[in-house]
Nanobody, 114 residues
Framework: QVQLVESGGGLVQPGGSLRLSCAAS????????MGWYRQAPGKQRELVAA???????IYVDSMKGRFTISRDNAKNTVYLQMNSLKPEDTAVYYC????????WGQGTQVTVSS
């Protein structure tokens, strides 16, 4: 059974940082492109960043320079380092494996507020 478990969210002040983790099980993690997505209240889920099996990274323009995606295939885990957080980054963050597009975890809440 495929499982994705996100963690690391929380409440942070504007300008602060968080590191999200997503642990995958039930898949051959290393061959999947892994993506981080987010969904803010009243909005559609959107791509934040992705990392291919070969380590190539892809970022949405508004995240470039602030967010860094990485993966540890030995731990079946993908990370999202988020710096210089803004209130508009407030959302539930999810990870996804491209070969299992319908499988989503419970997400982790990120709230950026003073």
């Amino acid at each position: 059974q495929v499982q994705l478990v996100e963690s690391g969210g929380g409440l942070v002040q504007p300008g602060g940082s968080l590191r999200l983790s997503c642990a995958a099980s039930g898949i051959i993690f290393s061959i999947n492109t892994m993506g981080w997505y987010r969904q803010a209240p009243g909005k559609q889920r959107e791509l934040v960043a992705a990392i291919t099996s070969g380590g190539r990274t892809i970022y949405v323009d508004s995240m470039k320079g602030r967010f860094t995606i990485s993966r540890d295939n030995a731990k079946n885990t993908v990370y999202l380092q988020m710096n210089s957080l803004k209130p508009e980054d407030t959302a539930v963050y999810y990870c996804n494996a491209d070969r299992f597009p319908r499988v989503w975890g419970q997400g982790t809440q990120v709230t950026v507020s003073s």
